[in-house]
């Protein structure tokens, strides 16, 4: 393949294949995004060059096998740009993670904090509201034993009354 196609229904068929691809934008592969548009347009460039009029056989030879090298090269530029752009976003990721562990770990803190808080209070209002009945307990009796005695007093009399 490469800049020598002799047959120009060929080299508009390669164009074809490759226009697609170029126009559609970057393919996704995996998480990442990988913009092969400079490739595809290079690739479509070199097959759509017409070869010079008395070229040689073998120059098609070496214009395909430096083809082979510039996208090889290009492939490995690009693996490159893919391998950082991977450990910037683990970096990131790890990063992020972190963040999440130390929000995660405040928030428990929080929940206790907060469950500390309202057993306190609810201990709080339970022993206000347990002596308040304690008191009322207690006026109730005292109550009871001054209504008792007047009883007692109003029978006395009464009985006194009767004799």
């Known amino acids: 393949?490469?800049?020598?196609?002799?047959?120009?229904?060929?080299?508009?068929?390669?164009?074809?294949?490759?226009?697609?691809?170029?126009?559609?934008?970057?393919?996704?592969?995996?998480?990442?995004?990988?913009?092969?548009?400079?490739?595809?347009?290079?690739?479509?460039?070199?097959?759509?060059?017409?070869?010079?009029?008395?070229?040689?056989?073998?120059?098609?030879?070496?214009?395909?096998?430096?083809?082979?090298?510039?996208?090889?090269?290009?492939l490995?530029?690009?693996?490159?740009?893919?391998?950082?752009?991977?450990?910037?976003?683990m970096a990131h990721i790890t990063e992020l993670r972190k963040e999440l562990d130390g929000e995660v770990i405040e928030l428990r803190e929080s929940t206790a904090n907060c469950r500390q808080e309202f057993q306190d209070i609810a201990q709080q209002r339970i022993g206000a509201i347990a002596e308040g009945l304690n008191e009322l307990d207690m006026k109730q009796v005292s109550k009871d034993k001054q209504q008792q005695e007047q009883l007692d007093t109003v029978e006395k009399d009464m009985q006194q009354m009767k004799r």
């Open 1 to 74: 393949f490469g800049s020598r196609l002799k047959n120009d229904g060929a080299r508009a068929k390669a164009n074809a294949c490759y226009a697609p691809l170029a126009a559609s934008g970057p393919p996704a592969c995996g998480p990442f995004l990988i913009d092969a548009a400079p490739l595809l347009q290079r690739m479509a460039s070199m097959s759509s060059t017409s070869a010079p009029v008395g070229s040689r056989e073998g120059s098609s030879f070496i214009d395909a096998q430096s083809f082979l090298h510039n996208v090889t090269n290009e």
């Open 76 to 89: 490995a530029r690009m693996q490159e740009v893919v391998d950082g752009s991977h450990a910037q976003q």
